[in-house]
């Protein structure tokens, strides 16, 4: 049972907008924590897609954004393409700890 | 070139010790908080440990509390993971993480089996 809580999956056909939710709490989201979302491709390592709840590392399309309200946070991808297909993982901090979301299969139809 | 490199992985009998390493490179790595992530063949990511950027304060997941120990050694810009009394479940690739900027490694693969 992930601290954060994501949809399983979202899917979405080339060119759509798609965006994945991620819930927290009060003792992490919602007490002012960053929040980072990674893409992790098979048998990689996770790929920093934004920091901080809203910045993107240099290298990043601006096809990938991101908004944090309250105890949630949720990221967007417009201009969908079939390299986007992957996992999607949100990540915000718990007291001393780092606390994931359950992670999110996005399929490009 | 910034970058983290995990090395020490491999395959373990349950119950023996493995000590993971995570070499730092192209920042001052003694101003960052560093942590272990790990994630089990096919499941989500998991946090295992944090150390303080002068390793004076430590945390654990309750999953490996007294059995693994982070460290670190600023002189040597090297991150440390010693994993004791090894389980099947801890079976995973191992990342180690920077704080703040997130920065991760590309992981090394620990597989405890008999």
């Known amino acids: 049972q992930s601290v954060l809580t994501q949809p399983p999956s979202v899917s979405g056909a080339p060119g759509q907008r798609v965006t994945i939710s991620c819930t927290g709490s009060?003792?992490?989201?919602?007490?002012?924590?960053?929040v980072n979302w990674y893409q992790q491709l098979p048998g990689t390592a996770p790929k920093v897609l934004i920091h901080a709840n809203n910045n993107r590392p240099s290298g990043v399309p601006d096809r990938f954004s991101a908004s944090k309200s309250g105890t949630s946070a949720s990221l967007a991808i417009t201009g969908l393409q079939a390299e986007d297909e992957a996992d999607y993982y949100c990540?915000?901090?718990?007291?001393?700890?780092?606390?994931f979301g359950g992670g999110t299969k996005l399929t490009v139809l | 070139q910034v970058q983290l490199v995990e090395s020490g992985g491999g395959v373990v009998q349950p119950g023996r010790s493995l000590r993971l390493s995570c070499a730092a490179a192209?920042?001052?790595?003694?101003?960052?908080?560093m942590h272990w992530v790990r994630q089990a063949p096919g499941r989500g990511l998991e946090w295992v440990a944090l150390?303080?950027?002068?390793?004076?304060?430590?945390y654990y997941a309750d999953s490996v509390k007294g059995r693994f120990t982070i460290s670190r050694d600023n002189s040597k810009n090297t991150l440390y993971l010693q994993m004791n009394s090894l389980r099947a479940e801890d079976t995973a690739v191992y990342y180690c993480?920077?704080?703040?900027?997130?920065?991760w490694g590309q992981g090394t693969l620990v597989t405890v089996s008999s």
């Open positions: 150390i303080l950027y002068d390793g004076s304060n430590k």
């Open positions: 993480v920077r704080d703040f900027v997130v920065l």
């Open positions: 990540q915000s901090y718990d007291t001393s700890r780092m606390v």
């Open positions: 192209g920042f001052t790595f003694s101003n960052y908080a």
């Open positions: 009060s003792s992490n989201i919602g007490a002012g924590y960053g």
